[in-house]
């Protein structure tokens, strides 16, 4: 249903880039729920641009509930968050309505809406949406977090350099916790910081890889068909703007295995039980295993580049060249993975919900 | 909502394994629309276990539609295929109860069913189930090509062996109607043939990816948040037993590239508008461009095999060994084409109908 | 969605009256709930049509479960249920494509469906639909029963005859669940009975109102917008042929009255909350309150009838007359009240699955 | 899902009535839209209060979209209206926590949502967020007004007063139109003025009935099973507060009928066809058959009142009495009929999307 997605616990999206506010509708989430502001703004940090790697338009948003929320705890009624919209020069775009930039939403929106589509920032399509999704989504990871659920992403790759594996999952989900650049491995993220910089200063952008560890989710979450784990993640993560992939456990890996390597074997303490290895990444025929739940999402670079680039005026319909000047990420993955987290945190409580009834994400 | 699917055409699936059928329904479908039987054996005949690289389990299941089909046409109301399971022999899946098979459903089937849960056969998580997915989509796909638009998929890699790129789409999706063994490069499917049949004497099993092309879709199709294209596609996918990664256009090797070199240029001939490149797969925010749809399916190495596994005795809680005897399909890659293909069909003709009306799926 | 119905317990509607079969899909319902046949046959019976006050068509349907049930308890996964049709006379129904029935689906069919339409019987516009409605919604009935939540209806009113008002609500719903004919007072019943046979040797038909008592639900069930329960009741209740009506405890008698009459005052005995009225239903604010939920239905004539009438040859756009012959009810009011009895279980199971998660609905 | 209704077109609705907002997201609507203020102001000013007949907190509330409207034209991503809370005096409501209304949602609120529930003004269960509603609504009014689809509601009987019936549905629809009193006969109106200012002299309310018409909705819009116009229209009016019945035609009238008398003959004048009667109210088989759907609404006096009631401390569990301060309005019937007539369009628009796609509203 377009802009909404969830059952039981259900996001609702709306707003565009330079109108008067984004923001979004969360409904389901039980009366009595903490809403703790400071950890809500720890999470949007993660997301807003910062330093050089980012684009120079800030957004100093403040972090607004409209409905649902009276002194610090959910209502029972929907939670509505809004960000309004301030550091704007909509002159930019104006252009991009008729010269599309390359694999940009440009030339879909033109077609999809026509004039009225509102092309400033990329109006509806714009990253700025993430930002109450990313709030929103935070409710739910406290929520999560309560129940020993812990949600952590990093990136796996950037370009052609590669961050260290998850090792402890408590330890690394802490550190990247604390983390605005989400690297487990120091070194590595300077490299990436470079790497980033030098796109930049070529005035063009790079992509890379995902990876995120969801960890204590029950096993018996999920559906054998349709509403699979995998599947309502997949349907949700793919709307974080520039994400062209996502794989769970081995993925695109179990391709080369013979099943006797990639089968995970069940093994016992006596006392519970587990799999030695999780090359399923936590989800067998659609539904939680216990074990944690690993998957990895592909983030194109960010297609609005300074570099020159060809491509067609609408209105002449005659081939053309097009530089986007403005202020756009040379990179976004540092800052799609708060959207990554949040996103799974929605899914992940929406599905214990299903199983458990909402009351469960309550007290 | 579980096992339904869909928005203006929706599919619900039912069935176990070895119970007496296992179905599907189809919602939203107008009257009058032409149910070709030959045109959906073709595409069931494509899922169906040949030769000695599959199973030995044989189904000659006969189309049954128990309602919404009449003198060959649809009649306007939900069209429902069952299929009578016959040919099973359930003894051989009692023992899974207890010892769960590393990588299959049995344990989350158990901890989310208890005692009542069917495993013969797998039950509800049975591949079996994805026939009437097949009859369904078929109907889909007769609706689609009468459009203009055409699905085709083709094992891109099976093990460490690789098919030839698409060349012709038209051609590469007429060539894989007629194959059984979807294979662009001949030689090179003699080779994974091969390789399933060495698998298949190990005991073993074997993975692969699975790449397709939807071409002739209109731009304009899909939206921006959470019924992106993407989304919806990797919603159902993920249902298709085994599949545990999905990737759009350069998907996860658009972690390498720069901006510059990943972005497709726009360009005209003065008609109509196309893109030089398309490492897009012919989606930009979440919306078809008029390019054609690339997408590609991770698909696991079937969990069960022969070679014997460490897993557990639930009921004493110990750790123990198991061979999955029985009739187990060494790879099910090429079978599952068929599915994906159907799976595309169905959420490409709902996404059609969002945009534009069931009706315009009548003819 | 069209043949789909609830959030958390769904069903799903398919079939036509002269096709193969009639059927339904019950999906979400957790595994290991005992499926009692002889209990659903007591509903289905109360559906059939016996004596002379019904249709002569005599359907000696067999309960015929095809997924979801093994060993007489649910496995969790979708149970599926078909009537094959077999008394049919399909001769009849032919002409009504062109000179449609006054007040009868067969004009709508032949506007949105065209010349496919099954008209046969009606197609999937019968009411031979409800008997999956039935078998279904007894089997949740079951459910409610063993959590102290039990559901009657009784004709309250057919042409000018009226039954007595509920008294005691357990004697009453357990004397009606023993009632071929659910009328409380037996004299009242009689009268009833005549007026339907007189009606028949008319060749006319009559209707009435149905009035429903669910009492045992616990409070704080439903929502206050859109899913409210008397919203979720009447949406799926106006499924039901014929049902052109519906209203909640008082209902339109509030329009007559001042708040002061209407409202009903809280009291309690120092241990429980109640109401000293009831004209509220059970439900305020869309919620459900502890009391017992009252609701009515206006079942108007059926609409095919011996009796000569005016209509329209849709081939010659002229007038003419129509007299419609067959096997048809003088009245469906007793019958249907098995079937508001099944809606209403399958709302209520929905409602309390949304509020406390479907394994509520287990053991 | 809750607070999120429609297909295609869709609503979600969001706030407290005495929080920082109250607002709706209307989603599906095609870009290129005109949103005129002026048209949906005159529609809010229907379902304000005004003069000595309703309550004296006067909202006046300034039409503020913040999202999906740009140069007075929809943009085709989400529609979001809201209405600051300003006006408040929430003193008055914290007894309510203690001592529920009678017939009011303060008990049930309690059980639902415990402490956190918003009590103030009755938080979001407030006949306030019928604002956003008829905003949303009558954007949709004026899509089907362009269509040829005109809707109008009157207060057919106020208490013991009952207006005139409808007499030429395009007059008296142009006329409630221009009303803010919605009653066809003027000496009529003046009685009911009369009545509810009794009422409201006497600390008391009084209920009554709505009756609507929808001219203009081509025949073949909605579905035989499930969402049937009745099921659809009802679902979405029982959210109105007060609503408690909903009928459509004859509606309970039909209980005393034989078929002969209720049928609609059909006719044609050679060119056209339509029924010599219309007791169906516009609607066969679920599905319009292009003659003026009319429907009723009963609505119950308000359950506010000055009067002295019994009630229960809920802290104590003692009975005790409880007079309802505040500014109450004695009568919202006349308000209502704005929400009504707003949700109507909301329901019909997305039926047609549903049959023609959303296209079809875009002009």
Not at 104 to 122: F, L, M, N, T
Request: charged share 20%; with cysteine.
């Amino acid at each position: 249903m377009r802009n909404t997605f969830g059952n039981n616990i259900s996001i609702t999206l709306f707003g565009e880039s330079h109108g008067y506010a984004v923001g979004a509708v969360l409904d389901g989430l039980p009366a009595g729920v903490k809403i703790n502001a400071d950890y809500i703004e720890k999470k949007l940090d993660k997301r807003r641009a910062h330093g050089t790697i980012s684009t120079q338009r800030r957004e100093a948003d403040t972090l607004n509930f409209i409905s649902g929320v009276r002194d610090g705890r959910s209502t029972g009624s929907p939670i509505t968050v809004i960000f309004e919209n301030r550091d704007t020069s909509s002159g930019d775009y104006e252009k991009f309505k008729d010269m599309p930039r390359p694999s940009h939403a440009d030339y879909v929106a033109q077609i999809k809406y026509g004039g009225s589509h509102d092309e400033r920032g990329g109006g509806h399509f714009s990253g700025r949406l993430t930002a109450p999704i990313v709030a929103l989504g935070a409710i739910l990871q406290s929520v999560l977090e309560a129940k020993g659920i812990h949600i952590g992403t990093h990136i796996k790759k950037l370009h052609s350099i590669c961050d260290r594996d998850f090792g402890s999952y408590s330890d690394d989900i802490a550190y990247l916790d604390e983390a605005l650049f989400p690297v487990l491995d120091t070194e590595c993220a300077e490299k990436m910081r470079e790497e980033i910089l030098t796109a930049a200063n070529m005035g063009d952008s790079v992509g890379g890889i995902l990876e995120s560890a969801v960890v204590g989710l029950p096993a018996g979450i999920g559906d054998p068909w349709f509403d699979t784990l995998e599947g309502m993640l997949s349907h949700a993560l793919f709307s974080v703007p520039g994400i062209k992939g996502v794989e769970f456990g081995l993925g695109f890996g179990f391709a080369d295995k013979y099943g006797s390597e990639a089968n995970d074997a069940f093994a016992t303490d006596g006392e519970k039980i587990y799999t030695k290895t999780n090359n399923s990444g936590g989800i067998n025929g659609g539904i939680s295993n216990g074990m944690t739940v690993i998957f990895r999402c592909a983030v194109r670079p960010t297609p609005s580049i300074r570099k020159e680039q060809r491509t067609v005026s609408l209105a002449k319909m005659e081939n053309t060249t097009l530089s986007a000047g403005g202020r756009h990420d040379p990179a976004i993955i540092h800052r799609a993975r708060a959207v990554v987290d949040a996103i799974s945190a929605i899914v992940i409580a929406d599905a214990l919900a299903s199983a458990y009834g909402t009351s469960y994400l309550g007290g």
